[in-house]
Protein backbone atom coordinates (compact mmCIF):
# COMPACT_ATOMS: atom_id res chain seq x y z
CA UNK A 1 0.00 0.00 0.00
CA UNK A 2 2.96 2.52 0.67
CA UNK A 3 4.32 1.70 -2.48
CA UNK A 4 1.36 2.12 -4.25
CA UNK A 5 0.54 5.43 -2.06
CA UNK A 6 3.61 7.19 -3.08
CA UNK A 7 3.33 6.08 -6.86
CA UNK A 8 -0.12 7.82 -6.93
CA UNK A 9 1.74 11.22 -5.15
CA UNK A 10 2.54 13.27 -8.31
CA UNK A 11 -1.03 12.34 -10.21
CA UNK A 12 -2.85 13.67 -6.85
CA UNK A 13 -0.54 16.96 -6.47
CA UNK A 14 -1.40 17.36 -10.28
CA UNK A 15 -5.33 17.27 -9.70
CA UNK A 16 -4.56 19.16 -6.05
CA UNK A 17 -2.83 22.34 -8.07
CA UNK A 18 -5.76 22.26 -11.02
CA UNK A 19 -8.55 22.48 -8.38
CA UNK A 20 -6.17 24.94 -6.41
CA UNK A 21 -5.66 27.27 -9.66
CA UNK A 22 -9.75 27.41 -9.98
CA UNK A 23 -9.82 28.47 -6.69
CA UNK A 24 -7.52 31.33 -6.61
CA UNK A 25 -10.48 34.12 -8.03
CA UNK A 26 -11.93 33.50 -4.73
CA UNK A 27 -8.79 35.07 -3.04
CA UNK A 28 -8.14 32.86 -0.45
CA UNK A 29 -5.83 29.77 0.51
CA UNK A 30 -6.80 26.97 2.52
CA UNK A 31 -4.74 26.34 5.19
CA UNK A 32 -4.55 23.03 6.82
CA UNK A 33 -2.59 20.36 8.49
CA UNK A 34 -1.49 17.00 8.46
CA UNK A 35 0.66 14.62 9.61
CA UNK A 36 2.29 10.91 8.84
CA UNK A 37 0.94 8.78 11.67
CA UNK A 38 -1.85 7.67 12.18
CA UNK A 39 -5.63 9.15 14.70
CA UNK A 40 -4.70 6.92 16.93
CA UNK A 41 -0.89 7.73 17.42
CA UNK A 42 -1.40 11.59 17.01
CA UNK A 43 -4.24 12.30 19.11
CA UNK A 44 -4.67 15.58 16.89
CA UNK A 45 -6.78 14.60 13.73
CA UNK A 46 -9.16 17.30 12.85
CA UNK A 47 -10.82 18.65 10.05
CA UNK A 48 -9.88 21.95 8.48
CA UNK A 49 -13.70 23.19 8.94
CA UNK A 50 -12.41 22.76 12.42
CA UNK A 51 -9.67 24.33 12.48
CA UNK A 52 -11.42 27.68 10.89
CA UNK A 53 -14.07 27.67 13.37
CA UNK A 54 -11.32 27.56 16.16
CA UNK A 55 -9.16 29.88 15.22
CA UNK A 56 -12.06 32.45 14.66
CA UNK A 57 -13.60 31.82 18.17
CA UNK A 58 -10.57 31.85 20.23
CA UNK A 59 -9.89 35.28 21.95
CA UNK A 60 -7.49 37.76 20.63
CA UNK A 61 -4.04 38.23 21.82
CA UNK A 62 -2.75 41.78 23.96
CA UNK A 63 -1.85 43.31 19.98
CA UNK A 64 -5.16 42.80 19.11
CA UNK A 65 -4.75 40.01 16.42
CA UNK A 66 -6.65 36.83 16.52
CA UNK A 67 -5.82 33.67 18.17
CA UNK A 68 -4.52 31.21 15.77
CA UNK A 69 -3.65 27.82 15.15
CA UNK A 70 -0.89 25.98 13.72
CA UNK A 71 -0.23 22.61 12.75
CA UNK A 72 3.56 21.28 13.43
CA UNK A 73 4.60 17.75 11.82
CA UNK A 74 7.72 15.25 12.12
CA UNK A 75 8.71 12.22 12.17
CA UNK A 76 10.60 10.74 14.75
CA UNK A 77 11.03 8.13 18.27
CA UNK A 78 8.90 8.47 21.78
CA UNK A 79 11.99 10.42 22.95
CA UNK A 80 11.79 12.93 20.17
CA UNK A 81 8.33 13.17 20.46
CA UNK A 82 8.94 14.57 24.02
CA UNK A 83 11.40 17.17 22.90
CA UNK A 84 9.14 18.46 20.08
CA UNK A 85 6.29 18.43 22.46
CA UNK A 86 8.69 20.29 25.09
CA UNK A 87 9.94 22.81 22.37
CA UNK A 88 6.46 23.22 21.20
CA UNK A 89 4.99 23.93 24.64
CA UNK A 90 7.63 26.25 25.62
CA UNK A 91 6.71 28.27 22.07
CA UNK A 92 2.87 28.78 23.02
CA UNK A 93 4.02 29.93 26.50
CA UNK A 94 5.99 32.63 25.18
CA UNK A 95 3.43 33.40 22.36
CA UNK A 96 -0.36 32.83 24.03
CA UNK A 97 -2.20 33.67 21.37
CA UNK A 98 -0.64 31.07 19.06
CA UNK A 99 -1.81 27.24 19.73
CA UNK A 100 0.32 24.70 17.61
CA UNK A 101 -1.39 21.29 17.28
CA UNK A 102 0.97 18.81 17.01
CA UNK A 103 1.04 15.52 14.57
CA UNK A 104 4.17 12.87 14.57
CA UNK A 105 4.68 9.60 13.67
CA UNK A 106 7.93 6.79 12.25
CA UNK A 107 9.84 8.32 9.32
CA UNK A 108 7.56 5.82 6.70
CA UNK A 109 4.38 6.81 7.86
CA UNK A 110 5.47 10.15 8.06
CA UNK A 111 6.13 10.56 4.13
CA UNK A 112 3.44 8.51 2.92
CA UNK A 113 0.42 10.41 4.73
CA UNK A 114 2.38 14.06 4.33
CA UNK A 115 2.40 13.10 0.44
CA UNK A 116 -1.43 12.08 1.13
CA UNK A 117 -2.07 15.55 2.73
CA UNK A 118 -0.05 17.95 0.38
CA UNK A 119 -1.87 16.25 -2.43
CA UNK A 120 -5.27 16.88 -0.57
CA UNK A 121 -4.64 20.50 -0.25
CA UNK A 122 -4.11 20.04 3.91
CA UNK A 123 -0.34 20.06 5.08
CA UNK A 124 0.82 21.21 8.03
CA UNK A 125 2.00 24.51 8.66
CA UNK A 126 5.02 23.79 10.03
CA UNK A 127 6.35 20.15 8.46
CA UNK A 128 9.95 18.31 8.86
CA UNK A 129 11.32 18.14 5.57
CA UNK A 130 14.21 16.28 4.21
CA UNK A 131 17.13 16.90 1.73
CA UNK A 132 16.13 13.76 -0.42
CA UNK A 133 12.20 14.51 -0.31
CA UNK A 134 12.52 18.20 -0.50
CA UNK A 135 12.22 18.28 -4.49
CA UNK A 136 9.27 16.29 -4.53
CA UNK A 137 7.06 19.41 -2.70
CA UNK A 138 9.31 22.41 -3.68
CA UNK A 139 8.58 21.77 -7.56
CA UNK A 140 5.51 21.43 -7.75
CA UNK A 141 4.96 24.40 -5.52
CA UNK A 142 3.51 22.76 -1.89
CA UNK A 143 6.47 24.44 0.19
CA UNK A 144 6.61 28.60 1.09
CA UNK A 145 9.29 30.68 -0.35
CA UNK A 146 10.93 31.82 2.63
CA UNK A 147 12.74 34.46 1.85
CA UNK A 148 10.64 37.32 2.36
CA UNK A 149 10.78 35.89 5.81
CA UNK A 150 14.34 36.05 6.06
CA UNK A 151 14.64 39.55 4.39
CA UNK A 152 12.05 40.88 7.20
CA UNK A 153 14.06 39.27 10.10
CA UNK A 154 11.37 36.83 10.66
CA UNK A 155 13.35 33.94 10.73
CA UNK A 156 17.59 34.61 11.50
CA UNK A 157 20.08 32.34 10.13
CA UNK A 158 22.81 35.05 10.48
CA UNK A 159 25.08 31.98 12.24
CA UNK A 160 24.20 29.54 9.42
CA UNK A 161 27.56 28.30 7.60
CA UNK A 162 27.17 28.93 3.88
CA UNK A 163 27.03 25.10 3.04
CA UNK A 164 23.95 25.29 5.21
CA UNK A 165 22.78 27.73 3.68
CA UNK A 166 23.09 26.63 0.39
CA UNK A 167 21.32 23.15 1.37
CA UNK A 168 18.35 25.30 2.63
CA UNK A 169 17.32 26.64 -1.23
CA UNK A 170 15.82 24.67 -4.25
CA UNK A 171 15.96 26.64 -7.43
CA UNK A 172 17.52 29.67 -5.46
CA UNK A 173 15.13 30.19 -3.14
CA UNK A 174 15.17 29.12 0.35
CA UNK A 175 12.08 26.82 1.33
CA UNK A 176 13.10 25.00 4.56
CA UNK A 177 15.54 26.00 7.53
CA UNK A 178 17.77 23.35 9.01
CA UNK A 179 16.99 22.23 12.89
CA UNK A 180 20.22 20.16 12.43
CA UNK A 181 23.14 18.70 9.59
CA UNK A 182 24.99 15.95 9.56
CA UNK A 183 26.67 13.35 7.62
CA UNK A 184 26.89 10.05 7.07
CA UNK A 185 30.21 8.20 7.98
CA UNK A 186 32.22 5.09 9.03
CA UNK A 187 32.50 4.56 12.98
CA UNK A 188 34.32 2.09 14.79
CA UNK A 189 34.07 0.32 17.95
CA UNK A 190 37.62 1.61 19.52
CA UNK A 191 37.06 -0.83 22.05
CA UNK A 192 37.28 -3.66 20.45
CA UNK A 193 40.26 -2.70 18.14
CA UNK A 194 42.25 -2.44 20.54
CA UNK A 195 41.63 -5.69 22.44
CA UNK A 196 42.56 -6.86 18.90
CA UNK A 197 45.82 -4.95 19.08
CA UNK A 198 44.89 -3.22 15.85
CA UNK A 199 45.68 0.53 15.55
CA UNK A 200 42.44 2.93 14.61
CA UNK A 201 42.02 4.70 11.28
CA UNK A 202 43.21 7.66 10.35
CA UNK A 203 40.33 10.16 10.05
CA UNK A 204 41.40 10.93 6.87
CA UNK A 205 41.79 7.77 5.65
CA UNK A 206 41.44 6.67 1.95
CA UNK A 207 40.15 3.73 -0.10
CA UNK A 208 43.15 2.18 -0.22
CA UNK A 209 43.58 2.83 3.69
CA UNK A 210 40.17 1.06 4.17
CA UNK A 211 40.88 -1.88 2.19
CA UNK A 212 44.32 -2.52 4.11
CA UNK A 213 42.59 -1.60 7.65
CA UNK A 214 39.88 -4.13 6.97
CA UNK A 215 42.19 -7.02 6.18
CA UNK A 216 44.14 -6.24 8.62
CA UNK A 217 41.54 -6.25 11.57
CA UNK A 218 40.25 -9.21 9.76
CA UNK A 219 43.42 -11.06 10.29
CA UNK A 220 43.42 -9.98 14.22
CA UNK A 221 39.77 -11.11 14.42
CA UNK A 222 41.11 -14.71 12.56
CA UNK A 223 44.11 -15.19 15.00
CA UNK A 224 42.29 -14.06 18.25
CA UNK A 225 38.97 -16.20 18.78
CA UNK A 226 37.05 -19.11 16.84
CA UNK A 227 33.72 -16.41 16.81
CA UNK A 228 32.25 -15.53 13.33
CA UNK A 229 33.00 -12.10 13.50
CA UNK A 230 33.78 -10.06 10.45
CA UNK A 231 35.79 -6.34 10.03
CA UNK A 232 33.27 -4.46 8.78
CA UNK A 233 29.56 -4.69 7.14
CA UNK A 234 28.56 -4.68 3.84
CA UNK A 235 27.63 -1.53 2.67
CA UNK A 236 27.43 -2.59 -1.01
CA UNK A 237 23.62 -1.43 -1.21
CA UNK A 238 24.41 2.03 0.90
CA UNK A 239 23.27 4.71 -1.78
CA UNK A 240 24.76 7.16 0.09
CA UNK A 241 27.76 5.57 -0.22
CA UNK A 242 27.54 5.22 -3.95
CA UNK A 243 26.61 9.07 -4.09
CA UNK A 244 30.23 9.69 -2.49
CA UNK A 245 32.03 7.24 -4.69
CA UNK A 246 30.18 8.44 -7.77
CA UNK A 247 31.26 12.10 -6.73
CA UNK A 248 34.68 11.33 -5.99
CA UNK A 249 35.03 10.07 -9.87
CA UNK A 250 33.75 13.43 -11.03
CA UNK A 251 29.90 12.60 -11.86
CA UNK A 252 26.51 12.32 -9.45
CA UNK A 253 24.14 9.44 -9.06
CA UNK A 254 22.19 11.94 -9.93
CA UNK A 255 22.67 15.07 -12.23
CA UNK A 256 21.33 18.16 -11.66
CA UNK A 257 18.60 17.53 -14.69
CA UNK A 258 17.00 14.38 -12.98
CA UNK A 259 19.22 11.51 -14.78
CA UNK A 260 21.12 8.98 -13.65
CA UNK A 261 25.22 10.23 -13.66
CA UNK A 262 26.68 7.18 -12.52
CA UNK A 263 28.07 5.02 -15.01
CA UNK A 264 28.04 1.07 -15.61
CA UNK A 265 32.02 0.95 -15.15
CA UNK A 266 31.76 2.80 -11.96
CA UNK A 267 29.31 0.51 -10.88
CA UNK A 268 31.31 -2.06 -11.40
CA UNK A 269 34.26 -0.94 -9.84
CA UNK A 270 31.65 -0.33 -6.49
CA UNK A 271 30.00 -4.07 -6.98
CA UNK A 272 33.31 -5.41 -7.38
CA UNK A 273 34.99 -3.78 -4.51
CA UNK A 274 32.52 -5.27 -2.28
CA UNK A 275 32.28 -8.53 -4.03
CA UNK A 276 36.03 -9.57 -3.23
CA UNK A 277 35.89 -8.38 0.33
CA UNK A 278 32.43 -10.70 0.54
CA UNK A 279 34.62 -14.17 -0.71
CA UNK A 280 37.85 -13.02 1.26
CA UNK A 281 35.60 -13.56 4.38
CA UNK A 282 35.84 -9.65 5.75
CA UNK A 283 32.62 -8.57 5.35
CA UNK A 284 29.36 -10.94 6.25
CA UNK A 285 27.98 -13.60 4.08
CA UNK A 286 24.73 -12.41 2.38
CA UNK A 287 22.21 -14.43 4.38
CA UNK A 288 23.81 -12.67 7.17
CA UNK A 289 23.88 -9.24 5.91
CA UNK A 290 20.09 -10.12 5.10
CA UNK A 291 19.25 -10.82 8.45
CA UNK A 292 20.17 -7.43 9.60
CA UNK A 293 19.72 -5.29 7.35
CA UNK A 294 16.48 -4.45 8.94
CA UNK A 295 16.32 -4.78 12.72
CA UNK A 296 16.37 -2.18 14.87
CA UNK A 297 19.77 0.04 16.08
CA UNK A 298 20.04 -2.01 19.56
CA UNK A 299 20.11 -5.11 17.39
CA UNK A 300 22.15 -3.99 14.70
CA UNK A 301 25.77 -5.88 14.09
CA UNK A 302 27.84 -3.48 15.65
CA UNK A 303 26.26 -3.62 19.04
CA UNK A 304 25.96 -7.18 18.64
CA UNK A 305 29.66 -6.91 18.43
CA UNK A 306 29.60 -9.73 14.74
CA UNK A 307 31.42 -6.25 13.15
CA UNK A 308 34.21 -3.35 13.78
CA UNK A 309 33.26 -1.15 11.46
CA UNK A 310 29.56 0.33 10.78
CA UNK A 311 28.56 2.85 8.42
CA UNK A 312 25.72 5.49 9.82
CA UNK A 313 25.15 9.06 10.64
CA UNK A 314 27.20 10.46 12.66
CA UNK A 315 24.23 12.29 14.95
CA UNK A 316 23.54 8.13 15.90
CA UNK A 317 27.02 7.86 17.62
CA UNK A 318 25.50 8.56 21.10
CA UNK A 319 22.46 6.25 20.42
CA UNK A 320 24.84 3.53 19.40
CA UNK A 321 27.06 4.48 22.41
CA UNK A 322 24.00 4.28 24.45
CA UNK A 323 24.58 0.41 23.96
CA UNK A 324 28.14 -0.59 23.61
CA UNK A 325 29.82 -0.93 27.27
CA UNK A 326 33.42 -2.09 26.16
CA UNK A 327 34.73 0.97 23.75
CA UNK A 328 34.50 4.13 22.95
CA UNK A 329 32.29 4.56 19.39
CA UNK A 330 34.69 7.07 17.07
CA UNK A 331 33.49 8.48 13.95
CA UNK A 332 35.42 8.09 10.38
CA UNK A 333 34.78 10.16 7.32
CA UNK A 334 33.86 8.53 4.14
CA UNK A 335 37.06 7.35 2.66
CA UNK A 336 38.85 9.50 -0.19
CA UNK A 337 40.00 8.73 -3.43
CA UNK A 338 43.10 7.39 -3.46
CA UNK A 339 44.54 11.19 -4.86
CA UNK A 340 42.27 12.61 -2.13
CA UNK A 341 39.47 13.94 -3.76
CA UNK A 342 36.27 14.75 -1.95
CA UNK A 343 33.15 13.59 -2.50
CA UNK A 344 30.86 14.14 1.21
CA UNK A 345 27.51 16.43 1.14
CA UNK A 346 25.43 17.79 3.87
CA UNK A 347 22.69 15.95 5.43
CA UNK A 348 20.28 17.02 7.67
CA UNK A 349 16.72 17.16 8.82
CA UNK A 350 14.98 20.46 7.98
CA UNK A 351 11.80 22.72 9.09
CA UNK A 352 9.40 23.95 6.21
CA UNK A 353 5.92 26.07 5.95
CA UNK A 354 3.41 24.68 3.67
CA UNK A 355 2.40 26.97 0.68
CA UNK A 356 -1.29 26.87 1.94
CA UNK A 357 -0.54 27.87 5.42
CA UNK A 358 -3.27 30.44 6.77
CA UNK A 359 -0.36 31.89 8.92
CA UNK A 360 2.54 32.15 7.36
CA UNK A 361 4.43 34.53 9.26
CA UNK A 362 2.87 32.96 12.62
CA UNK A 363 5.00 29.70 11.08
CA UNK A 364 8.08 30.89 9.81
CA UNK A 365 8.32 32.78 13.56
CA UNK A 366 8.07 28.92 15.27
CA UNK A 367 10.50 28.02 12.44
CA UNK A 368 13.10 31.05 13.69
CA UNK A 369 12.17 29.92 17.70
CA UNK A 370 12.93 26.30 17.31
CA UNK A 371 16.29 27.16 15.16
CA UNK A 372 17.97 30.19 17.04
CA UNK A 373 16.13 30.30 20.69
CA UNK A 374 19.08 28.59 23.72
CA UNK A 375 16.48 27.57 25.95
CA UNK A 376 15.31 25.45 22.61
CA UNK A 377 18.93 24.36 21.80
CA UNK A 378 19.52 23.34 24.86
CA UNK A 379 16.40 20.56 24.72
CA UNK A 380 16.91 20.11 21.42
CA UNK A 381 21.04 19.11 21.43
CA UNK A 382 22.47 16.96 18.54
CA UNK A 383 18.70 15.85 17.88
CA UNK A 384 19.36 15.76 14.23
CA UNK A 385 22.98 16.55 14.03
CA UNK A 386 25.13 19.38 15.11
CA UNK A 387 22.47 22.65 15.13
CA UNK A 388 22.10 24.53 12.03
CA UNK A 389 23.16 27.50 13.90
CA UNK A 390 27.24 28.17 14.77
CA UNK A 391 26.49 30.01 18.23
CA UNK A 392 23.51 27.54 19.06
CA UNK A 393 26.16 24.83 18.98
CA UNK A 394 28.89 27.28 20.91
CA UNK A 395 25.57 26.96 23.76
CA UNK A 396 25.19 23.43 23.56
CA UNK A 397 28.75 21.96 23.65
CA UNK A 398 29.67 22.81 27.23
CA UNK A 399 25.93 20.69 28.04
CA UNK A 400 27.47 17.87 25.52
CA UNK A 401 28.79 14.22 26.87
CA UNK A 402 31.99 12.53 25.20
CA UNK A 403 29.69 10.63 22.44
CA UNK A 404 27.85 13.86 21.76
CA UNK A 405 31.37 15.65 21.61
CA UNK A 406 32.66 13.63 19.22
CA UNK A 407 29.80 13.87 16.60
CA UNK A 408 29.97 17.44 17.06
CA UNK A 409 33.32 17.55 16.22
CA UNK A 410 33.01 15.26 13.39
CA UNK A 411 30.17 17.05 11.73
CA UNK A 412 31.99 20.56 12.11
CA UNK A 413 34.78 19.02 10.55
CA UNK A 414 32.96 17.64 7.76
CA UNK A 415 31.13 20.80 7.15
CA UNK A 416 34.49 22.71 6.50
CA UNK A 417 34.32 20.25 3.15
CA UNK A 418 31.12 18.67 2.40
CA UNK A 419 29.45 20.05 -0.74
CA UNK A 420 25.47 19.96 -1.87
CA UNK A 421 23.91 17.26 -3.90
CA UNK A 422 22.02 18.14 -6.79
CA UNK A 423 18.27 17.57 -5.93
CA UNK A 424 17.15 14.08 -6.02
CA UNK A 425 14.78 13.51 -8.72
CA UNK A 426 11.44 11.87 -8.79
CA UNK A 427 11.98 8.24 -8.64
CA UNK A 428 14.90 8.02 -6.61
CA UNK A 429 12.92 6.04 -4.20
CA UNK A 430 12.39 3.79 -6.81
CA UNK A 431 16.41 3.63 -7.26
CA UNK A 432 17.02 3.23 -3.77
CA UNK A 433 15.37 0.87 -3.58
CA UNK A 434 16.68 -1.10 -7.29
CA UNK A 435 19.74 -0.74 -5.61
CA UNK A 436 19.65 -2.41 -2.45
CA UNK A 437 18.02 -5.51 -4.85
CA UNK A 438 20.83 -5.08 -7.07
CA UNK A 439 23.77 -5.26 -4.40
CA UNK A 440 21.46 -7.98 -2.98
CA UNK A 441 21.66 -10.38 -6.18
CA UNK A 442 25.54 -9.96 -6.59
CA UNK A 443 26.22 -10.61 -3.13
CA UNK A 444 23.99 -14.10 -3.17
CA UNK A 445 25.97 -14.84 -6.52
CA UNK A 446 22.76 -14.15 -8.58
CA UNK A 447 24.56 -11.78 -10.82
CA UNK A 448 27.92 -10.97 -11.30
CA UNK A 449 29.39 -7.01 -10.47
CA UNK A 450 29.08 -6.47 -14.18
CA UNK A 451 25.78 -7.50 -14.72
CA UNK A 452 24.69 -6.35 -11.86
CA UNK A 453 26.36 -2.36 -13.16
CA UNK A 454 24.68 -3.27 -15.97
CA UNK A 455 21.34 -4.11 -14.89
CA UNK A 456 21.16 -1.25 -12.19
CA UNK A 457 22.25 1.46 -14.40
CA UNK A 458 19.62 0.43 -17.16
CA UNK A 459 16.51 -0.05 -14.71
CA UNK A 460 17.39 3.25 -12.76
CA UNK A 461 17.73 5.41 -16.01
CA UNK A 462 14.29 3.71 -16.94
CA UNK A 463 12.93 4.83 -13.68
CA UNK A 464 13.58 8.24 -13.79
CA UNK A 465 12.88 8.43 -17.46
CA UNK A 466 9.36 6.93 -16.37
CA UNK A 467 9.30 9.90 -13.80
CA UNK A 468 10.88 13.11 -15.26
Not at 219 to 245: C, H, L, P
Not at 276 to 287: Q, S, T, W
Not at 355 to 366: I, L, M, R, V
Request: net charge negative; proline share 4%; charged share 25%.
Amino acid sequence: MKKKMKALFPLLLVVVFIVSLAACSGGSDSGGKSGDAPAADTGTENTQAANTEETKTEPANDAGGEKVTITFAWWGDAKRHEKYNAIADLYEKENPYVKIERQYGSFNDYWDKLATQTAGGNAPDVQGMHATYVADYAQRGALLDLEPYLADGTIDIGSFPDSVKEVQKVEGKTVMIAQGVTMTGWNYNKGALDKLGVAAPDYNWTWDDFLAKVAEIQKAINASDNKKRWASVDASGDITGVQVYARQKGTDLFTAEGKLGVTKEQMTEWFAMWDKLRKDKVIPDAATSEQYATVSLDQGMLVKGLVILATFPFNQIPLYQNYIADGEVQPLRRPLDPSGKEGEFVEGAYLAVAKTSKYPKEAADFISFFVNNEEVQKIFKLEQGALGSTKGNEVIRPTLNPAEQRTLEAIETSLKTAGKLPLPPKGQGEVRTLLTETSQAVAFGQLSPEQGAQEFVEKAAEILAKSS
